[in-house]
């Protein structure tokens, strides 16, 4: 807890700020603290209405000073690095004094409002409505039978009470029930309290008609919520597939949970709770403070291929748990929500998360190793095709995220890479080149547990440098060279020596010819739509467009889905009239036919592995070297 002093500078900032300016924010904590004063920020929630999909809030501010308040509702929400410019279904904005007089409030920016304080207010209240038909992008939906609030979406803050701890009480319709990372806000079971507003925001509510599995790991609570997409009140379970087992699913979850604690060496938590909606459709996630929320199609609980890629899901928003919840990149640290948070880290932060959903779910035994290396050579063969992996740079794709990543053009797979696959890959290398160094007694682990250690929630954000150190000291020896090489630089990176250090090798499944022009293409208005188009390709060469429908091959009719095997059927070196609309206006090109090498990268054992490379092999994988 702050000291007194420390406190009251702290809050002095805090006045300070604006919606525009970075805010300094004191450290997260989701457990309340003892002799806690009067609270002087309140959310009241109207969901009685959200058959119609609208909620309503009141924001209740107390004991602010006369003038001008200032009130925001962030641009982004934490774990999507994009403007969401989630403001723009916000409507009937008023305020109010406590007595129920209007006061004046009129909007400044497209997400901060001003209202004018009067001498004598012992309350201002704002009222709103929020329009709540965001399902996918996990920041708020409501209808008959539940109303799920991020936030960041729905909760206007006041900048100059950020620090101050709050309440949000909902008023629901009946037999609804609450789950969120949030506790209880004592005497009232409707009422959730937070310390501040950066906990609220790292806590979705998930209110309305859900199953819940309870479930102990290690004498720490942990909770699933599932809502059942679609599926009306009171109506029989029908998307409960075969594979909805509690008992099943609690216990993958916990070899999950296990694995993962494993690492890093103890919970940051005194609870978690991980909210699943299951809808058609559904997939993707979001990490919290103690909390997740996922999507997944009623799929993932009827075949054994969709629930082991939603345990793969669940995987990597619970390593967020540690690495970004807690360990946080500088950049994003404190949060400021009215602009983009820049950071070169995501490649960590995202990245290193991908490639540790697999490696907890082979040690976990939730996934086979053959299964494992099948990914690992997915991942190695994505990175070696991409031809914008030798343009951009992790650090620039996390540093771009903004305007790149989740934004991406089409020209994109020429000129970037994800963070997400780019830092997975990259984690993959440096933890081979950490055991191998370090014989097999040191490890990526090692340097994930020691960011956790030395950058806790309450310290500061962790830099570029400070993961290098770590690493190096991890190897035993010096990495630059990787750094410089392949996270500040796009150069190639040597998987094929990387992998030696646990007998595994590459090689190539198929080396057949294909023929191609160079382009990807969809079904679009009858014919072949380009999509994406190679670099120096025959397609470039020819002045072909993204855009550009192609509607017949050589005289007869082709559809998106029918190019690459009619191009096939072709000999080498062939020439291909195509015809085409571009604008509505018919055209018609003459290609000749490009070469490029089938089949796919794939990872296997070597023969004859050393003791050493049996034992590192081992100790990565959790498993048994099996020949």
């Given at each position: ?10 809050l ?41 999909q ?51 409030i009129?909007?400044v ?11 004598g ?7 709103y409505?929020v329009y ?25 803050y006041?900048p ?58 290690d ?61 058609q ?25 969709r629930?082991?890629?939603?345990l ?10 540690w ?11 404190p ?19 991908t ?7 082979v ?9 494992f ?100 000291r ?20 040597d ?5 030696r ?17 160079g382009a ?10 380009i ?6 390709s ?8 993204v ?37 509505n ?40 070297w099996?020949?």
């Open positions: 807890m702050l000291g007194t002093s420390v406190l009251a500078v702290v002095a900032l805090a006045m300070l700020a604006s919606c525009s300016s970075h805010v300094i924010s004191a450290a997260p904590s989701v457990a309340r603290a003892q002799n806690e004063p009067q609270r002087r920020v309140e959310y009241v929630v109207g969901l009685t209405d959200a058959k119609t609208t909620i309503t809030v009141s924001v209740i501010l107390r004991g602010v000073p006369a003038g001008d308040l200032e009130l925001c509702l962030p641009v982004w929400r934490p774990g999507r690095y994009q403007i969401l410019d989630m403001a723009g279904t916000i409507s009937g904005v008023t305020a109010r004094a406590g007595d129920g007089k209007p006061r004046d009129h909007k920016e497209k997400a901060t409002w001003k209202v004018g304080v009067e001498s207010d012992d309350e201002i209240i704002v009222d409505r709540a038909n965001s399902l996918g992008d996990r920041t708020r939906h409501a209808d008959e039978t539940h109303a799920f609030l991020s936030p960041a979406a729905v909760f206007m006041a100059a009470l950020r620090l101050e701890p709050l309440v949000v009480r909902l008023n629901m319709p009946e037999g609804w029930k609450i789950a969120s990372g949030l506790e209880p806000d004592p005497g009232d079971p409707f009422a959730l309290f937070a310390p501040d507003y950066d906990v609220l925001v790292d806590s979705p509510i998930e209110a309305g008609f859900h199953d819940v599995l309870e479930f102990d790991v004498g720490t609570p942990h909770q699933i919520a599932v809502w059942w997409g679609g599926v009306a009140p009171g109506a029989a379970p029908s998307r409960r597939g075969k594979l909805f087992d509690q008992a099943k699913i609690a216990g993958d979850f916990s070899k999950i949970i296990r694995s993962q604690r494993d690492i890093f060496g103890s919970f940051p938590y005194p609870r978690y709770v991980f909210l699943v909606h299951c809808y459709g559904g997939g993707g996630g979001t990490e919290h403070v103690n909390s997740t929320i996922v999507g997944c199609s009623p799929a993932a609980f009827e075949e054994e291929a629930y082991r890629s939603f793969t899901l669940i995987s990597h928003e619970f390593f967020h748990t690495n970004v919840k807690q360990l946080r990149p500088a950049g994003i640290k949060y400021d929500y009215q602009r983009e948070n820049y950071t070169e880290l995501l490649w960590v932060a995202e990245g290193a998360t490639y540790y959903e697999n490696v907890a779910l040690r976990a035994g939730l996934i086979t190793v053959d299964h290396l099948g990914d690992i050579a997915g991942m190695i063969d994505a990175d070696r095709r991409r031809i914008g992996a030798a343009v951009q740079s992790a650090e620039e794709s996390s540093f771009d995220a903004w305007i790149k990543f989740n934004k991406p053009s089409a020209d994109a797979a020429n000129t970037t890479v994800s963070f997400y696959d780019k830092g997975a890959q990259l984690s993959l290398v440096l933890d081979l080149l950490i055991r191998n160094a370090s014989s097999g007694s040191r490890s990526l682990d090692h340097v994930m547990r020691g960011l956790y250690e030395k950058f806790p929630l309450s310290g500061p954000a962790y830099t570029s440098r400070d993961f290098r150190d770590l690493a190096i991890a190897a035993g020896t010096d990495l630059s060279w990787f750094f410089d090489r392949h996270v500040a630089r796009p150069e190639p990176v998987y094929e020596a990387a992998l250090a646990v007998g595994l090798e590459l090689h190539v499944s198929d080396t057949s010819l294909r023929r191609t022009i990807a293409f969809d079904d679009a208005d009858g014919g072949a739509r999509s994406s188009i190679e670099t120096a025959a397609a470039a060469q020819s002045g072909l467009l855009g550009d429908i192609i509607v017949a091959l050589n005289d007869r009719r082709v559809r998106g889905g029918e190019m690459a095997s009619r191009m096939n059927e072709l000999a080498a070196g062939a020439v291909v009239e195509l015809t085409f609309f571009r604008m206006v018919l055209r018609r090109v003459s290609i000749t036919l490009d070469e490029v090498k089938g089949g796919s990268w794939r990872v296997r054992r070597v023969e004859n592995p050393s003791p050493e490379q049996k034992r590192i092999f081992e100790s990565w994988t959790g498993q048994e099996k020949d």
